[in-house]
């Protein structure tokens, strides 16, 4: 797990940066502006860097010199996001945690989205929407990039909701026709008796309600690509026109006479086994073996479960840039998606990620919050009892909530250490339960004392979580 860190000359800020960040199951490091630089230089190993601005020249120029790592700039009420790339927001005092977790989600999502270095410089960056490092979604990357650079017609398989369009719209953008139009034709949300007119256009009067003459999908992606979405539920009558255009590269509208040539490159998808309706003779196959030329499969998202923590920081990045309230993930929760079926796919996903947004707008998302069906897995006998996960999320929701680091502290402060008596029982015996009461105060006091209060670093040391910990220092009032 990579760090954070904190640069600032005030122990103050930098103490108070670290606990909240500490609190948040985060690493993090801090560091006077002097002895900075140095780890700045092994960037690779930070997530992010929260930078004091109270000297906001001094914060500039540091941010400046290393641009591959995002910056969250803090003491500064200025907005210089403008001025350096990688300065991608800033947090205003008394920092709450809300604004602290955004702020830290938007550094991984930064770091996530930035450009990578390639040898082969004129390659375009794919689109953000192909997310994930699953051999499946690379594979099709690599495709995607062999067959952008040349003429090929491509047929894009896969099951609905997977990202065919996507992976369309990319082939477009990494080819030579990338500053010409991409026009993208549903071939099954449009009528048989229209489906000719809207690709090949119509004339004047051609028909009942031309009124005038307009232009078909083949003249508007001229010098482009035309994608044909759904291609199986075209009807075998537009099949045969379409493959004598693929053949021909000429064209006539509908009610004309005149012959219009086209510069056009053919993307073609469906979630059908085209196969099989060749079988069954409802889909021809010359038209197939035209369009099949270089085949290229979208994974379904079952078969790359491991993505879907990375699909999820997508998805919530980009609600939080439509300046919607989001939502995160226990861990519990992300092992439940993950095994889950997903047959609407990605857009089920992404679906799923926005209805979770409303219902927990700014909270953290547990299992049994998930709706009945995405609840997979071994889960507990009954919601009511408390799991760690679900105290978990009962902490975290509580700091999303507002509190303030100071406030917290107060909670955590340590009060002198009890004895828990001696190791033998008394002859006269002994109230147990009190006992061992005493001992575990004894234990947690002398646990925070050693880790000069870092509550992480503490439960550690005791073998506990630290929400787990947490509570217990409330159970037992250990205040200072």
């Not at 809207?198 to 010098?223: C, D, P, Q, W, Y």
């Amino acid at each position: 797990m990579k760090d954070f860190l904190i640069i600032s000359d005030d122990i103050s800020r930098r103490q108070n940066l670290s606990t909240i960040v500490n609190f948040l199951g985060e690493n993090c490091r801090t560091a006077e502006f002097g002895k900075a630089i140095d780890l700045l230089k092994v960037g690779a190993e930070l997530e992010g860097v929260i930078i004091d601005a109270t000297d906001v020249s001094l914060a500039l120029d540091v941010s400046e010199k290393f641009p591959l790592i995002p910056f969250v700039i803090v003491g500064s009420k200025p907005d210089h996001q403008s001025i350096v790339p990688n300065i991608i927001g800033e947090l205003i005092e008394p920092v709450t945690y809300p604004a602290l977790t955004q702020m830290l989600e938007k550094c991984r999502s930064h770091l996530m989205n930035r450009p990578k270095k390639s040898r082969k410089t004129s390659k375009t960056i794919l689109f953000r929407s192909l997310v994930g490092e699953s051999q499946q979604i690379q594979h099709v990357r690599r495709l995607i990039e062999q067959v952008a650079p040349t003429e090929a017609n491509v047929l894009i398989l896969g099951e609905s909701g997977t990202g065919k369009e996507v992976i369309a719209r990319n082939i477009h953008y990494m080819s030579p026709r990338k500053d010409q139009a991409f026009v993208p034709v549903n071939c099954g949300a449009i009528p048989d008796e229209l489906l000719e007119s809207e690709l090949f256009g119509h004339e004047k009067g051609a028909f009942t309600g031309a009124v005038s003459a307009r232009k078909g999908r083949f003249e508007l992606a001229e010098g482009g690509t035309l994608f044909l979405d759904e291609i199986g539920d075209m009807p075998l009558q537009m099949q045969v026109k379409l493959l004598r255009v693929l053949q021909e590269r000429t064209f006539e509208r509908v009610g004309g006479n005149k012959s219009i040539k086209c510069n056009v490159r053919i993307l073609a998808a469906t979630h059908r086994n085209l196969d099989k309706m060749i079988e069954e003779e409802s889909f021809r196959e010359d038209l197939y073996y035209r369009l099949n030329v270089f085949p290229i499969e979208s994974p379904s998202l079952k078969e790359r479960a491991g993505d879907i923590p990375l699909l999820l920081q997508e998805l919530i990045a980009r609600l939080e840039g439509q300046g919607q309230r989001t939502v995160r993930f226990t861990q519990g929760a992300l092992t439940s998606l993950s095994q889950y079926k997903w047959p609407g796919n990605v857009r089920e996903l992404s679906n799923l990620v926005e209805r979770l947004a409303i219902l927990f707008p700014a909270q953290v998302v547990d299992v049994f919050d998930l709706p009945t069906k995405y609840q997979c897995g071994e889960l507990p006998t009954t919601q009511t009892v408390e799991t760690e996960a679900a105290l978990e999320k009962h902490m975290i929701n509580e700091v999303f909530a507002g509190r303030h680091v100071t406030e917290f502290a107060d909670e955590i402060e340590p009060a002198g250490i009890p004895s828990a008596g001696a190791a033998t029982l008394p002859t006269n015996g002994v109230n147990l339960k009190e006992y061992l009461s005493e001992l575990e105060i004894n234990l947690i006091q002398q646990a925070l004392e050693q880790q000069e209060w870092v509550v992480a670093r503490a439960a550690d040391q005791l073998g506990m979580r630290r929400t787990t910990l947490v509570e217990k220092m409330r159970k037992y009032e250990i205040n200072r």
